[in-house]
């Protein structure tokens, strides 16, 4: 069973504080993203990774950075959080489209709020 | 730009009825196709996928989806749901020369009354 398992549920934090939101999988998976999630806007990517220290932005990378050291991890920086990035935070993984099909699987999820 | 519409946002059905989800996206060429399930409190989870073959595709809990090519469309269906299947649907595509981005509707909210 693949597992995709993100640091924290719940993360409480002050604006302009430097916010890492970590993400783990143990399938061995080469792609990995960040997704936001917010109410009627349905998910939408920041950014992801396809392989160890590359990285892509998605569709909305303003005010995130990323970091992908090993390829069981992907972590998304907010340099200076800010209240318009309070948001659920999905992390996904997968196996290239051509390999694996390409099918994402999904944390938990981290519930940031910034004050 | 790629898109992925969801037309119904909020739907609220009786147990027992009937349950049709559309959705539509904006690419032409080779597609994969997704619907994910998001149940209270629950991470993202897979329902069923197409990549070729069978138009029709079964998934889990009863759940099937018809792809459309003429309509590029992927629209999920139930033909009696149940109260546990109260949560948000998202459909999501996957262009198969773009690499490994998805893109996802906006999901629809699906409450069932018992």
């Known amino acids: 069973d693949v597992k995709v398992t993100q640091s924290s549920r719940y993360l409480v934090k002050r604006t302009g504080e430097k916010v890492f939101l970590e993400c783990v999988q143990d399938m061995d998976h080469e792609n990995m993203f960040w997704y936001r999630q917010d109410p009627g806007l349905g998910l939408r990517l920041i950014y992801f990774?396809?392989?160890?220290?590359?990285?892509e932005k998605g569709d909305i990378p303003e005010g995130y950075s990323v970091s992908r050291e090993k390829k069981e991890r992907f972590s998304l920086i907010l340099e200076s959080a800010s209240t318009n990035q309070t948001s659920m935070y999905l992390c996904?993984?997968?196996?290239?489209?051509?390999?694996?099909?390409?099918?994402?699987?999904f944390g938990p999820g981290t519930r940031l709020t910034v004050t | 730009a790629q898109s992925v519409s969801q037309h119904n946002h909020h739907v609220i059905l009786s147990e027992a009825a009937s349950l049709e989800l559309g959705c539509n996206y904006s690419?032409?060429?080779?597609?994969?196709l997704f619907w994910y399930v998001q149940y209270p409190g629950q991470h993202l989870q897979l329902l069923l996928k197409y990549f070729s073959g069978d138009p029709l595709v079964k998934g889990i809990k009863g759940f099937e989806a018809e792809f459309i090519k003429s309509k590029f469309s992927f629209n999920l269906r139930k033909p009696s749901v149940q109260w546990s299947d109260t949560a948000e649907y998202f459909c999501?595509?996957?262009?198969?020369?773009?690499?490994?981005?998805?893109?996802f509707g906006t999901g629809t909210s699906l409450t069932v009354i018992p």
């Open positions: 990774s396809y392989d160890v220290k590359m990285k």
């Open positions: 999501a595509v996957r262009p198969q020369n773009t690499g490994n981005q998805f893109y």
């Open positions: 996904a993984s997968s196996r290239p489209g051509t390999s694996g099909r390409g099918e994402q699987y």
């Open positions: 690419y032409g060429g080779t597609v994969n």
